[in-house]
């Protein structure tokens, strides 16, 4: 397969197209250019706008091909745009200042899930920092583009710091098995600041909220999310049933 097509796939380039790509001691360069007409996206409301002016090209690491470092240059565009004013266009491979693409920045962070951040560093021949930066960067990205319309079944628990002295509270997606949000500190105020955050509309779809035996969770979720069945893990009612017995036994 072409480097052209390898980098067209991975970009997802639809309204720009791939005009050479030179090898240097650094590795492939990768100079990409609007296609002929297409006009350009505002990065504030992403809507297609005027062309205002041009900025110089700038590049940006790219994934590594077969261990050759790559990089994309571009000339980004600006918009003038009627909501947001001069505005530097949209492009689907580039996130805020980043001196990294969209993709290089997943790349990093999945495998900072599994590897050490200097292993990462190491593997991809990336300065930690970059690592760090990337890992900062995708939950950014993620979190601004997830989907949250689909939660039907959340748990709330408590995690503590430090010997019990700092505690957060996390909730937590059940189906999918992923952390949905986390506050400082633990009690009613905590969990009534998650049901603000998160809003009627999708407290309203919630079937199932988890959480411990603990009055102040149990309250707020029967005072924010009536329509909801509120479920006790079987870990805390084992928990309080030990309890019960080993009293009863003294
Ligand atoms: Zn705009």
Known sequence: MLVESVVKRTLGLKSWRVKRVTEGIEGLVVDVVPRRLSRPRCSGCGRKRTGYDTLSARTRRHVVCWSIPMAIRYARRRVKCKRCGIKVEAMPWSMGKSQLTLPLIIMLATFAKILSWEEVSRLFGVGWNTVKAAVAHAVEHCMANRDTAEFIAIGVDELSRQKG????????????????????????????????????????????????MWDPYVEVIKERAKDAVPVFDKFHIVQHLSKAVDQVRR
């Open 165 to 212: 002295h700092v505690y957060v509270t996390n909730v937590y997606d059940l189906l999918d098995m992923r952390l949905l949000w986390t506050g400082e500190e633990r009690g009613k105020e905590v969990l009534e600041q998650f049901f603000a955050e998160w809003g009627k509309e999708r407290i309203g779809r919630i079937m199932c909220i988890c959480c411990d």
